[in-house]
């Protein structure tokens, strides 16, 4: 009986100093991991014929979802379709907050009218916004309301000129001859009723043209294209990187 007593307590014992090393080994190796030096981590760079831009439009069922969005829009708000006006006024906003942060103050505003050349639709007298303007974005279905002075909105139809409803001042271009492209593509996308209205365009990109409508869509097209008068995508197009080598692989 003694006998097994002892060698009870030397077992024990040795259990004890097992679980020891096992909790310490783990310690050990979680600090091996926690002091391990992060990989080194160099960013490669890349040159325009590492990758292609590839251009995918809107499926159908994504354009049809979309337009019901839009739809939703004008029944909710009680609007007129054909009673488009353009906002002519400056972009204004109030101030919401100031956050000091360092040595700087973070202000935070929110607009209190839409952003210059917009195209928006006053509301219905039955609906519960009447006589509010309403902006609604073709390429989402959002909306926002404002109480804009009516010496801010033009109806369109009162601006059958083109330059009228073109932003000129914001267009901007690397050279005389380029902006003069640019002005031609902003000038098309209205007189096709592609665009109600143009609120800038620029070549944002090293290879591509961009106008921005008075209605939220955006329209790109190569400076190349647009001197060919190629046809121009109405649909909303999903850009995205095609890398023609490895992540990670180095240029020679």
């Known amino acids: 009986m003694k006998i097994n007593q002892n060698l009870l307590v030397l077992i024990g014992g040795l259990s004890v100093l097992y679980g020891i090393d096992v909790l310490l080994g783990d310690k050990l190796r979680l600090s091996h991991v926690v002091h391990e030096p992060p990989p080194q981590i160099s960013a490669t760079p890349l040159s325009r014929n590492d990758f292609q831009i590839v251009q995918q439009p809107e499926s159908d069922a994504e354009y049809a979802a979309r337009l019901r969005k839009v739809d939703r829009a004008f029944e909710t708000y009680h609007l007129n379709r054909d009673r488009p006006y353009l906002y ?22 929110w607009p209190t009218t839409p952003s210059s050349y917009a195209v928006v639709y006053q509301a219905a007298e039955d609906s519960a916004f009447a006589g509010d303007y309403v902006y609604v974005d073709q390429s989402s279905g959002h909306t926002k309301v404002y109480r804009l002075p009516k010496s801010d909105v033009r109806l369109m ?36 009723n592609i665009c109600p209205s143009i609120r800038s365009a620029a070549r944002y ?48």
């Not at 972009?91 to 700087?104: A, E, I, L, Y």
């Not at 000129?168 to 996308?189: H, P, T, V, Y």
């Not at 290879?207 to 955006?218: H, K, V």
Request: aromatic share 6%.
């Open 88 to 109: 002519v006024g400056e972009m204004k906003s109030v101030k919401q907050s100031s956050t000091p942060m360092g040595n700087h103050v973070m202000t935070v505003s």
């Open 157 to 192: 139809s009162d601006l059958p000129n083109l330059q009228a409803r073109i932003q000129s001042q914001n267009i901007r271009a690397g050279d005389d001859k380029e902006r003069q492209w640019i002005q031609i593509f902003a000038e098309r996308l209205v007189a096709r």
């Open 205 to 252: 990109e090293g290879w591509n043209i961009t106008a921005f409508c008075g209605d939220g869509m955006t329209y790109k097209m190569s400076l190349q294209d647009i001197q060919a008068d190629a046809p121009i995508q109405t649909r909303i197009v999903h850009e995205y990187a095609q890398f023609n080598r490895p992540a990670g692989v180095s240029p020679q």
